[in-house]
C-alpha cells in the first residue's frame, strides 16, 4: 500500500501507507516451472510521471508453457490510499489498461470508516474498473467490509494486510472475511510474513496470496505480469499448486497526479461481476 500524499484532499491522520500483496490456488500439479514471463502484453502505460533517471526493465523472454498448463492472463491495478475527487480519473486508468481498483476502506488508524471509500468505489465501478479494499490493521476486516455498504456485494476480496508494523493474522480473521461472503486474500512479503506469524507462518497456504516484491523495478515501461519478478516460495505459497493470484510491483507512483502502487493480477482470479 502506498505512503499517502499529504495533500488537502487526503484524510486527516492518514499520514502513511506501507505496501500490501497476494496468492493464487488451483494450478495444476503439474506445472514445472514458475518463473516471470511477459505474457499477454496489454500495452505500456505512459510513465512520463515517473522519476528521472529510471532504467527500463528488459522484457525477459516468453516461456514455451504447454496449452495445457500456461499460466493465466495478467491485467493491471492499482491500489491506494489516498482521496481522488475526479471520475475522470478512473476513466483514464481503465483506458490505460487498469481493471481493478484497490482501496482502504477505514481510517489508517483506527476502524472508523474512511469517508473517501464508498465515491471512490462507485466512480471505480462506474468507469468499469473491479474493485476490492484492505484495512492497515486485519483485525478491522468487520468494519472494512461494512464500510463498502452497497458495494460490498461488488468486491473481489478483502485483502489481510500482514506487513511490517502491523500484527499477525489469525485463522479466526480469515474465516469471519469469508462468513461475510467476501473472499479473504493475504497481502505480505517474503521477508515480513514469518517475522510476524512466527509459528503459524506455514498454516495459510489455502488462503490466496497478493505477494509484494519490488526488487526489480522501478522501470520506464510496464506490461502486467503476476509471475514477475519470480516468485520466493515461502508460507506454503508460491508452489506449482499455491501460486500467488497478484504482484505488487511499484510503490508510489504518481499516475496523473495520485500516489498509486502498481500490481499485476491473475485475471482469472478477478470473477465477481
Same mark, same amino acid.
Given at each position: 500500500?502506498?505512503?499517502?500524499?499529504?495533500?488537502?484532499?487526503?484524510?486527516?491522520?492518514?499520514?502513511?501507507? &506501507? $505496501? /500490501? +500483496?497476494?496468492?493464487?490456488? %488451483?494450478?495444476?500439479?503439474?506445472?514445472?516451472?514458475?518463473?516471470? =514471463?511477459?505474457?499477454? *502484453?496489454?500495452?505500456? &502505460? $505512459? /510513465? +512520463?510521471?515517473?522519476?528521472? %533517471?529510471?532504467?527500463?526493465?528488459?522484457?525477459?523472454?516468453?516461456? =514455451?508453457?504447454?496449452? *495445457?498448463?500456461?499460466?493465466? $492472463?495478467?491485467?493491471?491495478?492499482?491500489?491506494?490510499?489516498?482521496?481522488?475527487?475526479?471520475?475522470?480519473?478512473?476513466?483514464?486508468?481503465? *483506458?490505460?489498461?487498469?481493471?481493478?481498483?484497490?482501496?482502504?476502506?477505514?481510517?489508517?488508524?483506527?476502524?472508523?470508516?474512511?469517508?473517501?471509500?464508498?465515491?471512490?468505489?462507485?466512480?471505480?465501478?462506474?468507469?468499469?474498473?473491479?474493485?476490492?479494499?484492505?484495512?492497515?490493521?486485519?483485525?478491522?476486516?468487520?468494519?472494512?467490509?461494512?464500510?463498502?455498504?452497497?458495494?460490498?456485494?461488488?468486491?473481489?476480496?478483502?485483502?489481510?494486510?500482514?506487513?511490517?508494523?502491523?500484527?499477525?493474522?489469525?485463522?479466526?480473521?480469515?474465516?469471519?472475511?469469508?462468513?461475510?461472503?467476501?473472499?479473504?486474500?493475504?497481502?505480505?512479503?517474503?521477508?515480513?510474513?514469518?517475522?510476524?506469524?512466527?509459528?503459524?507462518?506455514?498454516?495459510?497456504?489455502?488462503?490466496?496470496?497478493?505477494?509484494?516484491?519490488?526488487?526489480?523495478?522501478?522501470?520506464?515501461?510496464?506490461?502486467?505480469?503476476?509471475?514477475?519478478?519470480?516468485?520466493?516460495?515461502?508460507?506454503?505459497?508460491?508452489?506449482?499448486?499455491?501460486?500467488?493470484?497478484?504482484?505488487?510491483?511499484?510503490?508510489e507512483f504518481n499516475y496523473n497526479?495520485?500516489?498509486?502502487?502498481?500490481?499485476?493480477?491473475?485475471?482469472?482470479?478477478?470473477?465477481?461481476?
Amino acid at each position: 500500500m502506498p505512503i499517502v500524499l499529504h495533500t488537502p484532499e487526503n484524510q486527516a491522520g492518514n499520514s502513511r501507507a &506501507l $505496501p /500490501l +500483496a497476494k496468492i493464487r490456488r %488451483g494450478w495444476t500439479g503439474r506445472i514445472l516451472v514458475v518463473l516471470a =514471463a511477459a505474457h499477454l *502484453a496489454a500495452g505500456l &502505460l $505512459p /510513465l +512520463a510521471a515517473a522519476s528521472a %533517471g529510471t532504467a527500463a526493465l528488459a522484457e525477459p523472454a516468453a516461456l =514455451a508453457w504447454p496449452a *495445457a498448463e500456461a499460466p493465466h $492472463p495478467s491485467v493491471k491495478a492499482v491500489d491506494s490510499a489516498n482521496a481522488i475527487t475526479d471520475p475522470g480519473w478512473f476513466t483514464r486508468a481503465y *483506458a490505460d489498461g487498469f481493471r481493478l481498483y484497490v482501496a482502504q476502506s477505514t481510517q489508517w488508524t483506527s476502524c472508523a470508516p474512511w469517508d473517501h471509500l464508498q465515491p471512490q468505489l462507485k466512480m471505480a465501478l462506474d468507469a468499469g474498473l473491479k474493485i476490492a479494499v484492505y484495512t492497515r490493521d486485519p483485525r478491522c476486516w468487520q468494519a472494512g467490509i461494512a464500510a463498502a455498504g452497497p458495494y460490498a456485494s461488488r468486491l473481489q476480496f478483502f485483502a489481510l494486510d500482514v506487513e511490517t508494523g502491523g500484527v499477525a493474522v489469525t485463522r479466526g480473521m480469515v474465516d469471519g472475511v469469508a462468513a461475510t461472503g467476501v473472499r479473504p486474500v493475504i497481502y505480505t512479503g517474503a521477508t515480513m510474513w514469518p517475522t510476524l506469524q512466527g509459528a503459524s507462518a506455514n498454516s495459510f497456504p489455502d488462503i490466496p496470496l497478493w505477494d509484494t516484491d519490488t526488487s526489480v523495478f522501478p522501470f520506464s515501461g510496464w506490461a502486467p505480469d503476476y509471475l514477475a519478478p519470480t516468485p520466493i516460495p515461502y508460507g506454503g505459497w508460491n508452489t506449482p499448486t499455491t501460486m500467488r493470484i497478484a504482484s505488487q510491483q511499484q510503490f508510489e507512483f504518481n499516475y496523473n497526479g495520485v500516489a498509486v502502487d502498481l500490481n499485476s493480477f491473475d485475471v482469472s482470479f478477478l470473477k465477481v461481476p
